[in-house]
């Protein structure tokens, strides 16, 4: 797409790292997805950042999009993917970085930044403000049918999850994150029965880029990494 090149890097535990690239310039801004996105979410902002001069970099996650799958997936940590994105610079000779995380990608970038704060220049993040961990703010703040407590539940999620193929749930999840309300599940509900099954896709994505890269690469991964982190950390 529009020269974006991609590439593996292998970290220190074995497992490769799917990384999209694109530019040239010294400055280095590097995009963190959230849930349940892979780098195709950064597409666009990546050739913007790029033909203002700067090289910009998006990975996928360990257990997501083309990145290899942890051998236990239910034992991820943030501290993974933080260790897996500081190697990642390392192995592209790159030492300081712009980071933009959205979604579970912000609190990622804070970290990220709190723990090497001499590879971080800046960083901006969308949806998600800085949270200490086990802050009680996290918690009890919204209904019990809150996406967020039912997918920490383990097994729950997995049996909401396992009605449908994986491109299915990840076409429900987009359609119901795409309103203006936060989707609440009833006591006698699971996430995925919030969606009308004729509903099409929001309007920001095309059948063809939803099949061709989420689909897909969801297809692929699972998500049992996902389920992992964020929720269950």
Known sequence: MEGIQHKFIQVSDGLKIHV????????????????????????????????????????????????????????????????????????????????????????????IALLHPNRVSAIATLGLPFLAPKNPLRHNLLPEGFYVYRWKEPGRAEADFGRFDARTVVRYIYILFS???????????????LVEPSTPLPPWITEEEFESSYGDLYEKSGFETALQVPYRI
């Open 20 to 111: 999209a690239e694109i530019g040239s310039g010294p400055s280095v801004v590097v995009f963190l997805h959230g849930f349940p996105e892979i780098w195709y979410s950064w597409r666009h902002q990546m050739i913007a950042v790029a033909k203002a001069g700067y090289r910009a970099i998006a990975p996928d996650y360990r257990g997501y999009g083309l990145s290899d799958p942890p051998p236990e997936p239910q034992k991820a940590s943030f501290v993974d993917f933080i260790k897996d994105m500081v190697e990642v610079l390392d192995a592209l000779s790159i030492q300081k970085v712009f980071l933009v995380g959205k979604d579970f990608g912000a609190p990622l970038a804070y970290y």
């Open 179 to 193: 309103k203006s309300e936060i989707p609440i599940a009833s006591e006698n509900q699971e996430v995925m029965d």
